[in-house]
């Protein structure tokens, strides 16, 4: 697996698969629209823009897209992971390990000194990934539009 930055080449598998994670799988916990490549697009010359720091890195294996992760620095110096996925058949393989390696490297060369990531609490799988990974739970809060809640996990840089 390789990672690579976001280009427009990827918008439409990309889209694709935060339409599965938010549809059918209602796994992420971000405002629910629906992704079309063109609204990607804007999407991410917009956080490009109005961040601090943004990245969109694409997961590749054998010339397909098979996941990506998404993350930023907040205006408090902050690492914020938006969102990790990888398609089903490339799960539990320890390619998201990877994958978020490689955005905590690039948070921390970047000033980084704390990561927060948000995850409903019904999602064990990757609650439990993230504890595996250094991510300490600090609290549940009530999503403003889904009847549930999400856990609020967060890990500290050491340099
Ligand atoms: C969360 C997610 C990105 C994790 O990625 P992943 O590649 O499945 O995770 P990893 O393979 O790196 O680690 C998962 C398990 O595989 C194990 N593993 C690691 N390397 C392995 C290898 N070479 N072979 C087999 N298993 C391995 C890990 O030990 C871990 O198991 P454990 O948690 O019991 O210790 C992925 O499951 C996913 O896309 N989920 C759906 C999207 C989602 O929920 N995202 C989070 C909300 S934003």
């Given at each position: 697996?390789?990672l690579?930055?976001?280009?427009?080449?990827?918008?439409s598998d990309?889209?694709?698969?935060?339409?599965t994670?938010?549809?059918k799988e209602?796994l992420?916990t971000?405002?629910q629209?629906?992704?079309t490549?063109?609204s990607?697009?804007?999407?991410?010359?917009?956080?490009k823009?109005?961040?601090k720091?943004?990245?969109?890195l694409?997961a590749?294996?054998?010339?397909?897209?098979?996941?990506?992760?998404?993350?930023e620095?907040?205006?408090n110096?902050?690492?914020?992971?938006?969102?990790?996925?990888l398609?089903?058949n490339y799960?539990n393989k320890?390619i998201?390990r990877?994958m978020?390696?490689?955005?905590e490297?690039?948070?921390k060369?970047?000033?980084?000194n704390?990561?927060?990531?948000?995850?409903?609490?019904?999602?064990?799988?990757?609650?439990?990934?993230?504890e595996r990974?250094?991510?300490?739970?600090?609290?549940?809060?009530?999503?403003?539009?889904?009847?549930?809640k999400?856990i609020?996990?967060k890990?500290e840089?050491?340099y």
């Amino acid at each position: 697996m390789q990672l690579f930055d976001f280009e427009s080449k990827y918008a439409s598998d990309v889209a694709e698969m935060i339409n599965t994670a938010r549809w059918k799988e209602r796994l992420f916990t971000n405002p629910q629209y629906h992704v079309t490549p063109d609204s990607l697009v804007e999407y991410i010359k917009d956080k490009k823009k109005n961040c601090k720091q943004y990245w969109m890195l694409i997961a590749i294996e054998k010339g397909k897209v098979i996941g990506y992760i998404d993350f930023e620095i907040t205006n408090n110096n902050e690492g914020l992971l938006r969102g990790i996925y990888l398609k089903h058949n490339y799960r539990n393989k320890g390619i998201g390990r990877k994958m978020i390696a490689e955005a905590e490297r690039l948070l921390k060369n970047n000033g980084c000194n704390v990561i927060y990531a948000y995850i409903f609490e019904d999602n064990a799988d990757a609650i439990r990934f993230l504890e595996r990974q250094g991510y300490l739970y600090q609290k549940a809060e009530k999503h403003s539009s889904r009847n549930k809640k999400y856990i609020v996990m967060k890990k500290e840089i050491i340099y």
